[in-house]
């Protein structure tokens, strides 16, 4: 059994590329992240955590997490890392933040950077996997093998920090069949949490020119969902929560175009939540011809994904079924992911 993953809310410090010992083909990080990828000294940091904990909104969180994301952190120098986690301390110390994540490259973790990382209170670790699969690491030019996500997972489990693994489904040489088997490494090593971040084609990227060379062919959006949803219902019933599907929406990525091409959608978690929910309640609806019209009954949480994006669930439900969907009351009565009709 992993772990029970406590629910912060995040304070984000974004550091494009910083430490990242080359560029793998897909990534922009400065495009996903809008941020500029300057340096962050020690005021930067204490400003953004000043900021963040006078807003409205974290003064109703208990726990607070700062995350030093997009780079690669364990491989900046000692100074850089101890400079910017000690400007976090004095806020673990007081209890005003209660701990550190960060993301990394599995080739960059030893008992070393481990030693240096635990004092600050650093409590997760978000591996940049992407693939087990060798060759998929290769033509990403990823620059590490799936032997080193195996070190990484061990050690840092090992050590009593709590994992995540990043996974990319689409990649150059990938397979819906690669990447399931991926999937499978992954719940074999039991890390505590997943994130899914399908591949997209954003500009300025080598994998842009490969797309540009037509030697590069993006999943489609349907193709994606139904493979997310495959993923987080292995890693999910293995115990292993996925907590993210898809690339956070930034002005950046989406006003300036900057995606060229792949599956990119503003809802995909949700898109691929909701297929999932479709799936749980598909027993419990009438079958194909049985009925015309329908009311369907179901928990009061549910009913939005019961819905689905622009109410793109009752269409699927009707067309699956036959009948048409007149309402859809909330009954709390009934069980998570299951639903009761009512012929009409
Ligand atoms: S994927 Fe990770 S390691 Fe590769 S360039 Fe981007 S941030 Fe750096």
Redesign the pocket.
């Given at each position: 059994m992993s772990k029970k993953i406590k629910k912060y809310f995040i304070i984000p410090i974004f550091l494009?590329?910083q430490?990242?010992?080359?560029?793998?083909i897909?990534?922009?990080?400065q495009t996903i992240t809008n941020h500029s990828g300057n340096q962050h000294t020690p005021d930067d940091i204490t400003n953004t955590i000043e900021l963040a904990i006078k807003s409205k909104h974290h003064l109703n969180q208990k726990l607070k997490e700062v995350a030093f994301y997009?780079?690669?952190f364990t491989s900046l120098p000692v100074a850089s890392m101890t400079k910017m986690l000690g400007a976090v301390r004095p806020y673990i110390e007081k209890g005003i933040i209660q701990s550190i994540r960060l993301?990394?490259?599995p080739d960059s973790l030893s008992e070393d950077k481990l030693n240096i990382l635990e004092p600050f209170g650093v409590s997760t670790v978000e591996l940049?996997v992407?693939s087990m699969d060798n060759r998929v690491l290769l033509l990403s030019?990823?620059?590490h093998t799936s032997q080193d996500t195996i070190n990484a997972v061990k050690i840092l489990k090992k050590r009593g920090f709590n994992v995540g693994a990043q996974l990319m489904p689409g990649l150059p040489g990938d397979s819906n069949e690669i990447f399931m088997d991926t999937v499978d490494n992954i719940i074999g090593l039991k890390p505590d949490i997943a994130r899914l971040y399908p591949t997209l084609v954003i500009r300025g990227t080598k994998l842009a020119q490969l797309y540009k060379q037509r030697k590069y062919t993006p999943m489609g959006l349907k193709d994606t969902i139904n493979l997310c949803k495959e993923a987080c219902i292995r890693l999910e019933n293995a115990g292993i929560p996925v907590i993210r599907i898809g690339l956070m929406s930034s002005p950046s990525l989406l006003e300036k175009g900057e995606i060229i091409a792949g599956p990119w959608h503003p809802s995909l978690g949700f898109l691929v939540r909701s297929a999932i929910h479709l799936e749980k309640i598909r027993p419990y609806l009438p079958s194909m011809g049985e009925t015309k019209n329908i009311l369907l009954c179901a928990p009061k949480e549910e009913i939005p994904l019961i819905m689905g994006y622009k109410k793109s669930g009752i269409r699927h439900i009707e067309t699956l079924t036959g009948a048409m969907i007149k309402d859809i009351i909330p009954d709390d009565s009934i069980a998570s992911g299951e639903v009761a009709f009512k012929i009409l």
């Open positions: 494009p590329h430490g990242c010992p080359h560029r793998c897909f990534c922009q990080q997009g780079g690669t993301s990394t490259r940049g992407q030019n990823r620059g």
